[in-house]
């Protein structure tokens, strides 16, 4: 089971750009996915994330400005950032809780992709 993530980039501030990633392998179930982020000199922390049903949670900091969603059938979650500030500068880590064939549900992390903003 592999997690590729996309869609980073360089955008000014007040911009806009959209993240996704796809899970792809042998892969039985999707459960919960999100997006996590780490800025140089910083921990990882939690952006949003969003259940099989569709219910979301997003941190204070992006609540109104990010949206997260996801696309069964393509088994890929995207991440809609608006309003973009220097702040969110960081690399952006997609994550899925999945049960691969034969196995239990183990998290899956794709590589970062890195959003650069502008001021």
């Known amino acids: 089971v592999q997690l590729q993530a996309s869609g980073g980039g360089l955008v000014q501030s007040g911009g806009s750009l959209r993240l996704s990633c796809a899970a792809s392998g042998s892969i039985a179930s999707i459960y919960t996915m999100g997006w996590y982020r780490q800025a140089p000199g910083k921990q990882r922390e939690l952006v949003a994330t969003?259940?099989?049903?569709?219910?979301?949670n997003y941190a204070d900091f992006v609540k109104g400005r990010f949206t997260i969603s996801r696309d069964n059938a393509k088994n890929t979650v995207y991440m809609e950032m608006n309003s973009l500030k220097p702040e969110d500068m960081a690399s952006y880590y997609c994550?899925?809780?999945?049960?691969?064939?034969?196995?239990?549900?183990?998290?899956?992390w794709g590589k970062g992709t890195r959003v650069t903003v502008s001021s």
């Open positions: 994550t899925a809780a999945i049960r691969a064939r034969g196995r239990g549900i183990e998290d899956y």
């Open positions: 969003i259940t099989s049903g569709g219910s979301t």
